[in-house]
T-cell receptor, first 107, second 116 residues
């Protein structure tokens, strides 16, 4: 079993749609959690950290459920520029990545 | 420098050839990480340095892979006798503080290695 598992996607949504990505992790002792965004042929870039209380950054909302070992990312009012692969990341002494979920937002 | 710099950007190697990939972390960053990203997959952890000390090399897939950071700044990932399965993007990341903690890392643009 992989340490971090994500919805494989791809997700194809129209502009303005709301889309949610899910992620589960296996190590209950994991301390920190992130979502990274990766554009085609580019490096991963930090999108946002994920906190137990839930956190929001504009159209993006991240949630963490430690009891279920579950992380989510919600994107509201999708833009064409949101098209990318979204990587779920769990950190102990180093970061462990999920395989990523590909999102395509269409006009 | 302003960001993490990796070179070369692309590398084509014949099977059996040795390669060396370079990473220049952000100046003053203590921690340095190497990841391997195969097509369609997320980055997979290879190894971690804190200054010049290699604290974790559990992700290196075989003894053909070797990494060093002798002066605690620039790092080199060496792959000996390359195989086709080594074809991937090799990403380097650095952070200002030691690895644990509630912060992410900054990645370089990667080296795309193709073994033919």
């Amino acid at each position: 079993r992989k340490e971090v598992e994500q919805d494989p996607g791809p997700f194809n949504v129209p502009e303005g749609a709301t889309v949610a990505f899910n992620c589960t992790y296996s190590n209950s002792a994991s301390q920190s959690f992130f979502w990274y965004r990766q554009d085609c042929r580019k490096e991963p870039k930090l999108l946002m950290s994920v906190y137990s209380s839930g956190n929001e950054d504009g159209r993006f909302t991240a949630q963490l459920n430690r009891a279920s070992q579950y992380i989510s990312l919600l994107i509201r009012d999708s833009k064409l520029s949101d098209s990318a692969t979204y990587l779920c990341v769990v950190k102990d002494n180093d970061m462990r990545f999920g395989a990523g979920t590909r999102l395509t937002v269409k006009p | 420098g302003a960001g993490v710099s990796q070179s070369p950007r692309y590398k084509v190697a014949k099977r059996g050839q040795d390669v060396a990939l370079r990473c220049d972390p952000i100046s003053g960053h203590v921690s340095l990480f190497w990841y391997q990203q195969a097509l369609g997959q997320g980055p997979e952890f290879l190894t971690y340095f804190q200054n010049e000390a290699q604290l974790d090399k559990s992700g290196l897939p075989s003894d053909r892979f070797f990494a060093e950071r002798p002066e605690g700044s620039v790092s080199t990932l060496k792959i000996q006798r390359t195989q086709q399965e080594d074809s991937a993007v090799y990403l380097c990341a650095s952070s200002l503080r030691p690895s644990s903690g509630d912060y992410g890392y900054t990645f370089g643009s990667g080296t795309r290695l193709t073994v033919v």
